[in-house]
């Protein structure tokens, strides 16, 4: 009789870890096969290093997978999704809804394994945040699961550091992140590496599948250099384990792994993909398609498993999961939880401090002293704005921190009040991370740090969004309050020129859903906007900002600048009845705008200014708000941006202009710039009234 069908208590130890093991492939293959796509290969080589770290090593309790101190585990090789939802559903973890309840049911059933890659399956073809509870951060996108793992990591750091007190030991988790070849290619890998080994991040360990393979074949048709001795230089303690089958040998490098001081582990694990594949082992045939049914009953021989089972899971797998990390991970919490009682009666602030920040709430009085800036001609740069706002915040909301890809001074990002402060290895309670000039790894150790609940931010110049733009998806799409501050918005930088000259980068963060994109038009904009962005709960945003000075507009005589919060409002109007003609901008085109407007006035002509910072959040307003700012009768307008003029047509209407750029720009100083591209008040007068003439409903 097979060891899979035979009686539990007739099994050894060595039998019931190997049922488990061949449950979490079987499990893959059927559902791929069953799905007809996903990724069988890589769940039949790692079941064992998955068995070891979940029922083994991972201090994580299935019955509350968000418990603050639990173990994290990160599979950066999302396509090897099914190792993580054999995982969670042989375990037994269970949902929990948005409002952290968990809701006393399995968060991957049975069922969803067999409704694998379908619609409303908890096992979805990616591990996805937010969808499915218990995972840590969504991968698929290859190298963003390790390099998010390095903000987790600096997390744990900063929280070890702020709420750690003597016989109190709040926060002391690893991370886990097991990645591929793919991951390790990817140029983020490389960054977020070299971070993780500069700040000796010793809660971190990498394991990687050395399999040799990737999509188009054995991977000495791209990838040979030494891998190896690439994590040494980076300064990280780099162990090897030959045999992915041997599970003491994975147990035995994790040990080492949490005994490692000062700097992070990676773990090469060799292994073949398709492990008992007997036509597709070590191919990559093994990697992306079923195997086909021949190949699986083959494969199920192989494993001593019934050849017909399908989605079998033998008497004894959940017993043997529940009675490994699930005892360990219960015991664990509930210690934790008795301590975390006797830590409140000790450091009551410091425990409501943790609650609040769980929930992804403000402390109160996080937004007390915030600037409010004078009328000003000369104004201020949306930067320097941004950065005395920073400072007050920072300073309101403990766990608020962050930094900037090497232009601190620049973006104005640096934190400098008292005892704020460097993060370094031997500095974990700094406030400023130096992120080094890597904003790729800067985004996604951002979003780690945001999946850990703090707040933080990374900044660079917006031409750099790009570098970071995959990540901030993965923002938006996790549904994560990231933040993203981007300086030198436009062409303010003139003399840089082309390179350094943002144009399509405003419409194609507006395109990504769930980012709000905030362009502030001058000081006191600014501060609205932060006080937008610091309530969001589950949404990142983008800021853009000026590198030079904007007026700082008379508030007195236009509208408040608390419409920010409504996405757009009518910052200036004319008196006696509707506009004739609407002239919508943001960011350094406001002044602009309301220049021409009052040239405008004084001609007679009625026109009104609207201020747009973000049309993500215009578009959540009630339509009668959003027509009341843009009544859908007065149809002469004209948009006035420093970027692409693609999309604009959404506001001004086909009949519309836009005074934007079409093409990269050039190498000038700004005021030749702003004449060249027609961003002077004359032209914008001009344009106006060419609307006004053309739409045929002004009164002249
Ligand atoms: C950024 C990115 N580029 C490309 C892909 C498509 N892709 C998915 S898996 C894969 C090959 C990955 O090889 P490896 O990491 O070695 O995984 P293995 O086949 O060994 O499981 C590729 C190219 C992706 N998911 N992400
Ligand atoms: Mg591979």
């Known amino acids: 009789m097979s060891y899979a069908t035979a009686p539990v208590e007739n ?51 299935p019955q509350n997978p968000i418990w603050p101190n639990r173990d994290r585990f990160v599979l950066s090789n999302g396509h090897a999704s099914m190792l993580l939802w054999s995982a969670l559903h042989l375990t037994g973890v269970q949902a929990v809804n948005a409002d952290y309840e968990t809701l006393g049911t399995a968060s991957v059933s049975l069922d969803d394994i067999r409704r694998f890659r379908q619609f409303d399956s908890k096992a979805p073809g ?3 945040y937010h969808w499915v509870s218990g995972v840590e951060t969504t991968t698929g996108p290859l190298g963003q699961g390790v390099a998010t793992s390095v903000g987790m990591a600096i997390a744990q750091k900063w929280l070890a550091n702020r709420f750690n007190r003597p016989e109190f030991e709040i926060f002391d988790y690893s991370i886990y992140a097991v990645c591929g ?31 040799h393979i990737t999509i188009e074949g054995n991977t000495r048709i791209a990838f040979t250099e030494d891998v190896q001795t690439r994590f040494i230089a980076y300064g990280w303690n780099v162990l090897r384990v030959g045999d992915a089958n041997d599970t003491d040998r994975i147990e035995q490098a994790l040990e080492v792994f949490r005994k490692t001081k000062g700097r992070p582990t990676f773990i090469v694990l060799d292994s073949h993909i398709g492990y008992g594949s007997p036509h597709k082992q070590d191919t990559s045939a093994a990697h992306g398609e079923p195997l086909g049914d021949d190949e699986v009953r083959l494969c199920k021989k192989a494993y001593g498993w019934p050849e017909d089972a399908k989605f079998l899971v033998p008497d004894g797998v959940y017993g043997h999961f529940n009675a490994g990390i ?7 919490r509930q210690k934790w939880m008795e301590l975390f009682e006797s830590y409140r009666a000790q450091y009551a602030d410091l425990a409501v401090e943790i609650e609040v920040m769980q929930k992804r709430e403000l402390p109160t009085g996080w937004d007390r002293n915030l600037p409010v800036f004078p009328a000003d001609p000369k104004g201020i740069a949306g930067r320097d704005a941004s950065g005395k706002t920073l400072n007050v915040l920072a300073q309101n909301i403990p766990w608020f921190l962050g930094g900037s890809a090497d232009l601190g001074p620049s973006n104005k990002t640096t934190l400098t009040f008292q005892g704020a402060g460097d993060f370094q290895a031997d500095s974990p309670g700094g406030k400023n991370l130096h992120f080094g000039i890597r904003e790729h790894g800067m985004a996604a150790t951002v979003n780690g740090l945001a999946l850990s ?30 933040l993203f501050i981007f300086t030198h918005d436009a062409m303010g930088d003139g003399e840089d020129g082309p390179t350094h000259q943002p144009v399509e980068h405003l419409i194609s963060l507006r395109a990504i859903p769930g980012l709000i994109t905030l362009r502030p ?24 900002l000026s590198r030079q000075a904007l007026p700082t507009l008379d508030r007195g005589k236009y509208a408040p600048a608390a419409g920010v919060s409504q996405g757009a409002y009518v910052l200036a109007d004319a008196s006696g009845g509707i506009p004739e003609v609407i002239i919508i901008a943001t960011g ?22 609207v201020s747009m910072p973000s049309w993500e959040i215009f ?82």
């Open 521 to 544: 038009g001058d000081a006191n904009e600014v501060v609205e906007a932060y006080r937008y962005i610091m309530q969001l709960r589950h949404q990142p945003a983008v800021l853009v």
């Open 11 to 61: 099994l050894s130890a060595a039998e019931l870890d190997q049922l488990c093991i061949n449950s979490i492939r079987t499990l893959s293959i059927d559902a791929v096969q069953q799905a007809k796509s996903g990724h069988p290969g890589t769940p039949m080589a790692l079941a064992p290093l998955v068995y070891t770290i979940w029922n083994r090593v991972l201090r994580f309790d």
């Open 588 to 609: 350094s085109e406001v002044s602009l705008a309301v220049e021409a407007h009052e040239k405008l006035l004084s001609e007679g002509i009625r026109s009104r200014v």
């Open 619 to 700: 578009e959540q307003q009630s339509r009668a708000y959003r027509e009341s700012v843009l009544p859908p009768n007065v149809t002469a307008r004209v948009a006035v941006e420093q970027a692409s003029t693609f999309g604009w047509e959404r506001y001004v209407g086909t009949s519309g202009q836009v005074v934007g750029m079409n093409t990269f720009g050039a190498s000038a100083p700004l005021k030749e710039l702003q004449r060249k591209f027609g961003f002077e008040p004359d032209h914008v007068v001009a344009v106006a009234k060419e609307q006004l003439a053309n739409s045929g409903n002004g009164n002249r």
């Open 181 to 211: 070849d793919g991951c390790l290619m990817e140029g983020i890998a490389s960054e977020a590496a070299s971070l993780a080994g500069h700040l000796g991040l010793d809660n971190l360990c990498w394991i990687y599948d050395n399999n």
């Open 126 to 128: 990616h591990p996805e």
């Open 326 to 332: 699930g005892k360990r991970g219960a015991e664990a």
């Open 453 to 482: 609940k703090l707040r933080a931010f990374g900044a660079s110049f917006f031409i750099f969004s790009d570098y970071a733009r995959p990540a901030i998806r993965l923002a938006a799409l996790m549904e994560l309050p990231s």
